[in-house]
């Protein structure tokens, strides 16, 4: 079965940095386009970003784009966010996302990814 699981999150100060990581297992990796989102409490999951199958193309939110890097390894199945110049706002859970979107475009909206993990935490004191 497909299976994603993030690790990396923590606490942290502002202007810091985390590398969020996400191990994907149970379908063929490479073949689809994967994407991070943050939920923090009390408000609506936000997308973060989200790679091409073969990573020529990423997308950014303009509230992490700068400051974020989305990257993938398909040989080890893994998904990468670098987190540099945290600001408080950035505190949330962090969810890796695998998305069947048939979309030309890379994916955005939450529904078009099928698959989550159960999330990392990440606070950034001020």
């Known amino acids: 079965q497909v299976q994603l699981v993030e690790s990396g999150g923590g606490s942290v100060q502002a202007g810091g940095s985390l590398r969020l990581s996400c191990v994907a297992s149970g379908y063929p990796y490479s073949n689809y386009r994967m994407g991070w989102f943050r939920q923090a409490p009390g408000k609506e999951r936000e997308w973060v970003a989200t790679i091409s199958t073969l990573a020529y193309s990423t997308y950014y939110a303009d509230s992490v784009k700068g400051r974020f890097a989305i990257s993938r390894d398909n040989a080890k199945n893994t998904l990468a966010l670098q987190m540099n110049s945290l600001k408080p706002e950035d505190t949330a859970m962090y969810y890796c996302?695998?998305?069947?979107?048939?979309?030309?475009?890379?994916?955005?909206?939450?529904?078009?990814?099928?698959?989550w993990g159960q999330g990392t935490q990440v606070t950034v004191s001020s």
């Open positions: 996302a695998r998305s069947s979107s048939a979309v030309s475009s890379l994916p955005r909206n939450a529904v078009d990814f099928d698959y």
